[in-house]
Antibody, heavy 119, light 109 residues
């Protein structure tokens, strides 16, 4: 059974930093693109970053490029999102998600972790 | 930059009825890499359809996807009580690489 478990969220002041983790199990972690999708309170979905299974290719949304860094450790089956220079508009529920394949859809999601940036 | 526009914003129907949700892209979706998700309150999104018409694992066959190019449709043939939720479409491949629509809320009439 595929499981994705996020951790590391919380309350952080504007301009601060936070690192999210996503522990994966139930599939061959290194074989899949993984990503972070966020949802601001009462709003829609935004894919902020993804990384290929070999850690070679990354994607960042314009809204976070230069501030967020995605990484993964296949020895620990864990993905990370280092978030720096946080802004009020980064307040959201952050989901870890596994991509189904080359088609670009996300077939498994974690339960989400809340990040609140205080202004 | 590609934009996905979903319509209607809210759809009010009764159990047993047919639901038709639309997702229109501002430019052609590469390889028809268009997905649909269902999200219930307090839950993560659930993948229903990918590649425009392929049902994800475990999705009932009352859910179907169709369309190509810029116009896509999610159809729920006969609504069950548990189907009422918010639905999002998502494209992959055009800039920005991943884009979601703004969502359609399917509510009980």
């Amino acid at each position: 059974e595929v499981q994705l478990l996020e951790s590391g969220g919380g309350l952080v002041p504007r301009g601060g930093s936070l690192r999210l983790s996503c522990a994966a199990s139930g599939f061959t972690f290194s074989g899949y693109v993984m990503g972070w999708v966020r949802q601001a309170p009462g709003k829609g979905l935004e894919c902020v970053s993804t990384m290929t299974g070999d850690s070679v290719y990354t994607y960042y949304a314009n809204s976070v490029r230069g501030r967020f860094t995605i990484s993964r450790d296949s020895s620990k089956n864990t993905m990370y999102l280092q978030m720096n220079s946080l802004r009020a508009e980064d307040t959201a529920l952050y989901y870890c998600a596994k991509r189904v394949g080359p088609q670009g859809a996300f077939d498994y999601w974690g339960q989400g972790i809340l990040v609140t940036v205080s202004s | 930059e590609i934009v996905l526009t979903q319509s209607p914003g809210t759809l009010s129907l009764s159990p047993g009825e047919r639901a038709t949700l639309s997702c229109r892209a501002s430019q052609s979706v590469n390889n028809n890499y268009l997905a649909w998700y269902q999200q219930k309150p307090g839950q993560a999104p659930r993948l229903l359809i990918y590649s425009a018409s392929t049902r994800a694992t475990g999705i009932p066959d009352r859910f179907s996807g169709s369309g190509s190019g810029t116009d896509f449709t999610l159809t729920i043939s006969r609504l069950e009580p548990e189907d009422f939720a918010v639905f999002y479409c998502q494209q992959y491949g055009s800039s920005p690489l991943y884009t979601f629509g703004q969502g359609t809320k399917l509510e009980v009439k």
